[in-house]
């Protein structure tokens, strides 16, 4: 930063004290980030239907699953609260991080270490309250897919954010782990089609979040793609053709993965013809408008997108009411049984 840069940055606030404390410290935690934890009950809600058949309450199923995915919130907020106190100097480069609790100074240094802390503890108690039936282990295993998520977070936040290519494999990975604990906590065995979705789909979010921070910074006009090298470091190897190449390519990757595992299930779900096919329409067309609204610099966050993106928002409920139905509802349906 030059001297003449320095209007950009946000003045220091007094730490917040009493109510405006706890909101900061509630919007240290992200919860917007919080649907990411989702993925942790996408292995329940597939096999839902399964489960239930082979005697399983409804309620053995979706509290362990939501317990993991608390326990996840609390471990990822915990991420977030280490990464700002890591790239605080960072983030008050940029237009809209400079105005997070601990770049700004509204949260001390201390005290968001001490918060870091009681989020972990949380996790703990989440995890310990997962039933845990005789003869299982899965508390055990889930608290080892949260501990890797909590240790790669880590490693991400001290070491790989600004490795190219590398950073972004190890936030993949976090998605990754959040579908494996899910699937820990009720015993549940991935199939290589969940797995290899959520790779590619967290590595788009991931690359479609770096071509975002470069338009953003650019169309603000702060200082283009060498503001956003002073923002995040990783960004001197990456240039704006790469991370466009790479969120095409790992958009295409995600949805050619789904298709073949609509073709691989089709006999799931045919009534005349593959019924779930019809899911591939608005995810299809949500992850080009993803493309369509990074590029533009509309948004810097494909996450952001997910909450503020009408034709978006739109796309994500048409794919979520169609999976919903034919997952939950296909013997009602009169579709074939798996």
Not at 46 to 65: C, E, K, N, R, T
């Amino acid at each position: 930063m030059n001297q003449g840069d320095a209007p950009n940055q946000t003045p220091m606030h007094e730490p917040a004290k009493g109510a405006a404390l706890l909101r900061s410290l509630l919007r240290l935690a992200r919860p917007k980030q919080w649907a990411k934890n989702g993925f942790a009950l996408v292995g329940p809600f597939y096999a839902y239907p399964q489960l239930v058949d082979d005697g399983m309450a409804p309620s053995a199923i979706i509290v362990p699953a939501l317990l993991t995915a608390a326990a996840f919130s609390c471990t990822s907020s915990a991420g977030y609260v280490v990464n700002d106190l890591i790239d605080r100097e960072a983030d008050r480069l940029h237009p809209r991080k400079r105005n997070r609790p601990i770049a700004s100074g509204k949260v001390t240094a201390g005290v968001a270490k001490a918060y870091t802390l009681l989020l972990y503890a949380l996790a703990a108690v989440f995890i310990l309250l997962i039933p845990q039936p005789d003869g299982t282990h899965v508390r055990t295993f889930t608290a080892v897919c949260i501990g890797l998520y909590a240790l790669n977070v880590l490693a991400y936040g001290f070491y790989f954010k600004n490795k190219v290519i590398a950073d972004v494999m190890s936030l993949s990975l976090g998605f990754v782990l959040r579908v494996l604990g899910g699937c820990a906590a009720l015993a549940l065995v991935p199939t290589t089609w969940l797995l290899n979705v959520t790779f590619f789909f967290s590595m788009f979010l991931a690359f479609g979040k770096r071509l975002g921070e470069r338009r953003t910074l650019a169309n603000t006009g702060v200082g283009g793609s060498s503001d956003a090298t002073a923002h995040r470091k990783v960004h001197r190897r990456y240039t704006d053709t790469l991370l466009q190449m790479a969120v095409v390519v790992t958009a295409v990757g995600t949805l050619m993965t789904y298709a073949g595992y609509l073709q691989d299930n089709e006999e799931a779900y045919t009534l005349g013809f593959n019924l779930m096919w019809l899911s591939l329409l608005p995810a299809t067309y949500a992850m080009l408008r993803c493309i369509v609204l990074l590029e533009t610099g509309e948004h810097d966050d494909p996450t952001e997108i997910a909450f503020k993106d009408r034709g978006f928002i739109v796309a994500g409920l048409a794919f979520a009411l169609i999976t919903g139905a034919l997952v939950l509802f296909k013997e009602q349906l009169g579709i074939a049984p798996s």
